[in-house]
């Protein structure tokens, strides 16, 4: 019964590769988003997306795509992928409106 | 652009004592404000959320206030347990300067909690 999960869990690939992490919600959410965790353990905002709205962190590359089945689903497209896109990546989701956000357990990405 | 401020990267805090941690926040009107805890190899997990026009909200042990004049929120925790060791984010969100309903985080508190 877990309310948001991710896979994988971990990922490791190398420079130059495409790669998606997916992520899931049976919350019954309408607003899902994806972080990015640093090795500095900030964290980022990289995508809000609704059934109407995608919303797109302006410092975010466009080798970064977010993708959306459903109104459950949310998966995140990486192309061309560089060192620099090493870190934790988490999905989270919640009602639309400033509510409270629930998150994936993270996807811990390394490009080698 | 935006900047959040939470008080040192580590606090160590006697067992049974308050723990209280500190955002600061500039360059932002945000319409809420949310605190989350953070273990080691997890997501953040939901604690309080405060709106603008709310002063101080409880749960359990746990208590934040929300002063928009000062752009400070505080948390606290009373008759604190190790349990709570843990790292606490701050998260802004809405109003003036935030992009739909993405959280703009502080970089965290580490809370030590020793017996």
């Known amino acids: 019964d877990t309310a948001v999960s991710q896979t994988p869990k971990y990922l490791v690939t190398q420079m130059g590769n495409d790669k998606s992490i997916k992520c899931e919600q049976n919350?019954?959410?309408?607003?899902m988003y994806w972080y990015k965790q640093d090795s500095k353990k900030f964290l980022k905002i990289m995508f809000s997306?609704?059934?109407?709205?995608?919303?797109i962190n302006e410092t975010v590359p466009n080798r970064f795509s977010p993708k959306s089945p459903d109104k459950a689903h949310l998966n995140l497209h990486i192309n061309s992928l560089e060192l620099g896109d090493s870190a934790v990546y988490f999905c989270?989701?919640?009602?639309?409106?400033?509510?409270?956000?629930?998150f994936g357990p993270g996807t811990r990405l390394t490009v080698l | 652009s935006q900047k959040i401020e939470q008080n040192s990267e580590a606090l160590n805090i006697q067992e049974g004592k308050t723990a209280t941690l500190t955002c600061n926040y500039t360059?932002?009107?945000?319409?809420?404000l949310q605190w989350y805890r953070q273990d080691p190899g997890r997501g953040p997990v939901f604690l309080l959320l405060?709106?603008?026009?709310?002063k101080e909200k409880r749960k359990e042990r746990l208590k934040v206030t929300f002063d928009t004049t000062l752009k400070q929120s505080l948390f606290h925790i009373t008759a604190s347990q190790p349990a709570d060791s843990a790292t606490y984010l701050c998260?802004?969100?809405?109003?003036?300067?935030?992009?739909?309903?993405?959280?703009?985080f502080g970089k965290g508190t580490h809370l030590i909690i020793q017996p």
């Open positions: 919350l019954g959410h309408d607003t």
């Open positions: 997306y609704n059934n109407k709205e995608l919303i």
């Open positions: 998260a802004l969100g809405g109003g003036v300067g935030g992009g739909a309903d993405g959280l703009t």
């Open positions: 989270a989701s919640s009602l639309t409106g400033g509510r409270a956000q629930y």
């Open positions: 360059n932002y009107s945000p319409a809420y």
């Open positions: 405060i709106r603008e026009n709310e």
